[in-house]
């Protein structure tokens, strides 16, 4: 059984084709150089990206695949949640070519699509387990039983963990996105040097915003009006102290859940996931607690199709699909 997988919720277009559970390509076109320039993710400029370049990353997916499009049996396309004129794009292309072709299409929840990528490495997890999400767009925990059944144990109450590096990285002139740049830059910083609130103490809820606030208020002492951000700022030690209060309260409170719900496996997803002291610190907390932790590589930790085409294909086994009439939605729970 052949799957197109199709993404374009955000700022990348991507498209993969899975045998099966098993990804034969995993194609990511990405809109940053587009965005950096205006510090975020313009909308209606992703939009109009997606427009442009979905049919030819769909077109180098099925080509990495050694297939062409008749060869596909079943069309998966992220339809919620996300930005509604970029989800529409990839909902439209994907109808019109399931109605074409007379197969099947499904729509797939973007969040279940970045729980799920662990099993395309790691076929054999099984279930329970806790899954925590931090992306850009979500922060969350959730005690998986079985495919299908994501309970919500906590998420943030202001931005995700994504957004806030995103924020932060903004507030020291740092280029967007700002994860992989405040990743980087903490390599030389020192995490002690300021000492950020932590947030949210009890449950599994999160809270980012006093965290912005705080380091907003840091670099405030140092930055005038007419000369921007003073050279005596050091951005890295700002930088690893900021990420050192993030990755706390992420590993802390999933190794908890873990703990309280009586799972003794992990994953964690979404472009977060990517992030080096979070892998190192998740690592190090899980094997002290007995817990094995699933962690995709940064390929499946980021926006793709694989995980949206591994989403779709195992919901089309249960006998779900979507009729053409499927309206993709900017925000749903999963
Ligand atoms: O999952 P994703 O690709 O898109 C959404 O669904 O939101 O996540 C993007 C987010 C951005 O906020 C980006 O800054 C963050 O993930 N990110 C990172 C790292 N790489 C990406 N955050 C921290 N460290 C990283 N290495
Ligand atoms: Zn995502």
């Given at each position: 059984m052949l799957t197109l997988g199709i993404e374009t919720s955000c700022d990348e277009t991507a498209a993969a084709v899975l045998r099966d559970a098993t990804v034969l390509s995993n194609i990511v076109s990405s809109q940053v150089k587009l965005h950096e320039q205006y510090g975020g993710v313009v909308p209606e400029l992703a939009s109009r990206e997606h427009l442009k370049n979905l049919m030819p990353v769909i077109g180098e997916a099925l080509s990495a695949a050694s297939i062409t499009l008749k060869d596909v049996n079943l069309i998966a396309v992220t339809s919620a949640p996300g930005l509604i004129g970029a989800l529409l794009v990839g909902v439209s292309v994907a109808k019109a070519i399931a109605y074409s072709l007379g197969i099947p299409f499904i729509g797939v929840h973007h969040g279940e699509g970045h729980i799920l990528a662990a099993h395309l490495e790691y076929p054999d997890i099984g279930y329970p387990y806790v899954a925590l999400l931090a992306s850009g767009g979500h922060t969350a925990l959730y005690h998986v039983q079985e495919f299908g059944t994501y309970s919500l144990l906590g998420q943030t109450r202001d931005d995700a963990a994504g957004e806030a590096f995103d924020k932060v990285a903004k507030l020291l002139d740092l280029p967007y996105p700002g994860g992989p740049v405040i990743d980087r830059l903490a390599q030389q910083?020192?995490?002690?040097a300021i000492a950020f609130p932590r947030g949210q103490r009890e449950g599994y809820d999160f809270s980012f915003s006093g965290l912005k606030t705080a380091v907003r208020n840091h670099v405030a002492l140092f930055r005038s009006k007419d000369k921007g951000l003073d050279p005596s700022l050091n951005v890295s030690d700002v930088a690893a102290s900021f990420q050192a209060a993030v990755v706390d309260t992420l590993v802390e409170k999933t190794v908890k859940a873990a703990k309280e719900q009586g799972v003794n496996k992990v994953i964690v997803a979404g472009?977060?996931?990517?992030n080096r002291l979070l892998r190192q610190e998740m690592e190090r907390s899980c094997r002290e607690a007995g817990i094995t932790l699933y962690l995709p590589g940064m390929g499946l930790c980021i926006d793709n199709a694989a995980m949206i085409a591994l989403t779709g294909y195992l919901h089309y086994q249960r006998g779900e699909r979507s009729d053409l009439d499927l309206n993709p939605r900017a925000s749903m729970a999963l």
């Open positions: 910083g020192d995490a002690r472009g977060v996931a990517a």
